[in-house]
């Protein structure tokens, strides 16, 4: 256990909908990164907080949007969904200084159909 | 354009060899390296880590080496357990500013044979 705790584990959704994935990141840490994993896809970077203000963007579609909040969960905002937004979306956390690993949560899986 | 690169989508290994990783990456402003180990639905774990300041690092079964000038690293696992079986991604850290991303390579499914 990471300490990393995403919701929801698995969201079938239709094309057109949008939907909200939820991060409480490890007690203490400040970072939290957002990735997407596709099919046979490697892990793609999303973006990235820092207590509250983005500090760095990826490969992250217009459709999609992100907050942290002032207790530093963090959700993801997928809108307009396409049956190419499948995925595993995971969320990981730390504390934000030099060196520091990230650590993991397990994933939210979304099924657009 | 692939900052690193992992060019072995799979590899398998008799339990009890040696596996190697490899990884290569292209960026010479990553300052810190990790693997990191997946097994399906689950989220990466950390495995281990290595500064850009040192060429070796060592953790139990575990070790991963550095060669700056070649832009190279791997991960070394001695003895290999079928536990051991998972996906292994690399990744380099870098800084943008005062933001720190993680560039993550597409991943070498590891498979150990009974």
């Known amino acids: 256990d990471s300490g990393v705790t995403q919701t929801p584990k698995h969201l079938i959704t239709a094309t057109g909908q949008r939907v909200t994935l939820r991060c409480s990141p490890r007690?203490?840490?400040?970072?939290v990164y957002w990735y997407q994993q596709s099919l046979d896809q490697g892990l793609q970077f999303l973006i990235q907080?820092?207590?509250?203000?983005?500090?760095a963007k990826g490969n992250i579609l217009e459709r999609f949007s992100a907050q942290q909040f002032p207790d530093l969960h963090s959700e993801l905002n997928l809108s307009s969904l396409e049956l190419g937004d499948s995925a595993l979306y995971f969320c990981?956390?730390?504390?934000?200084?030099?060196?520091?690993?990230?650590?993991f949560g397990e994933g939210s899986w979304l099924t657009v159909v | 354009d692939q900052q690193v690169k992992q060019n072995s989508p799979s590899l398998s290994v008799q339990e009890g060899r040696i596996s190697i990783l490899n990884c290569d990456y292209t960026?010479?402003?990553?300052?810190?390296f990790l693997w990191y180990k997946k097994y399906p639905a689950e989220g990466p774990t950390f495995l281990i880590s290595?500064?850009?300041?040192?060429d070796k690092n060592e953790d139990g079964r575990f070790t991963v080496f550095l060669n700056k000038s070649a832009k190279h690293l791997s991960l070394h696992i001695v003895p290999s357990q079928p536990g051991d079986s998972a996906v292994y991604f690399c990744?380099?850290?870098?800084?943008?500013?005062?933001?720190?991303?993680?560039?993550f390579g597409s991943g070498t499914q590891l498979t150990v044979l009974p």
């Open positions: 990981a956390s730390s504390p934000g200084g030099r060196g520091n690993t990230i650590y």
């Open positions: 007690s203490g840490d400040l970072s």
């Open positions: 907080y820092y207590n509250g203000e983005e500090r």
């Open positions: 960026n010479s402003m990553f300052d810190y």
């Open positions: 290595i500064s850009s300041i040192k």
């Open positions: 990744a380099a850290n870098s800084y943008s500013g005062s933001a720190r991303q993680l560039t």
